[in-house]
């Protein structure tokens, strides 16, 4: 009996945890980056462009920089000179957004990226833009950080984690996934 009660107990909480489904965005998704061998996505605009790529986890928010969607951005000459690390040296580029509850300075933090070629290397952001806000008992810190890293046509995924606090979010490449899974059905 008290092994029915624990199914039973387990069950519930799945049934929960389906019904109130996930708490966000996943922090990872498929996206085509410009890169040689690759054709660049289109987009309407710069919003859409920018949200393809961006990824969002717990306390991270990260935007891959890519030609796709930063060529919305205004003057190709100004676009150039405002995002030099990606475009004149190739590097993996983000614009991030973190979100914690102490009191944080990016630029004295490390990031990783990691690919799926095995590669994984540490990076500091140079420079953070203004001073850490608190809003809603969270301070919001923005940055961009560039690692000497050139996306390939041969990768499949990478990611970048803030080791502080273990959060990562993730951008996967070539072919476009398959559908994704139904949701779960309906309790009774």
């Given at each position: ?6 199914l039973l ?16 965005p ?8 410009t890169?040689a ?14 949200e393809a790529f ?6 991270m ?17 100004c ?5 030099r ?14 979100r ?5 300075r990016?630029?004295?933090e ?5 690919d799926?070629?095995?590669l ?7 420079q953070?833009q ?6 809603d008992?969270?301070?919001f ?13 041969e ?15 993730e951008?996967r490449?070539?072919?476009e ?12």
């Open positions: 009996m008290p092994r029915l009660v624990c107990g387990l069950l519930a909480l799945s049934l929960a945890a389906c019904r109130s489904g996930p708490s966000g996943p922090p990872t998704g498929w996206v085509q980056p890169v061998g690759r054709q660049p996505m289109e987009f309407s605009g710069l919003q859409e462009g920018r961006t990824r969002r986890s717990d306390s928010t990260a935007v891959l920089e890519d030609a796709s969607w930063l060529r919305f951005e205004g003057d190709p000459a676009v150039e000179a405002n995002h690390a990606y475009f004149q040296y190739g590097y993996t580029t983000f614009q991030v957004e973190l914690s509850r102490e009191f944080t990016p630029t004295q490390q990031f990783v990226l990691e799926s070629s095995g994984r290397t540490p990076g500091k952001p140079v953070f203004g001073s850490p806000e608190l809003v008992d969270r301070y810190s923005t940055f961009t950080i560039a690692f000497r890293h050139t996306i390939s046509a990768l499949q995924w990478i990611r970048l984690t803030r080791p502080l606090d273990g959060t990562w979010v951008w490449f070539g072919v996934p398959a559908e994704p899974c139904a949701p779960c059905p309906p309790a009774r």
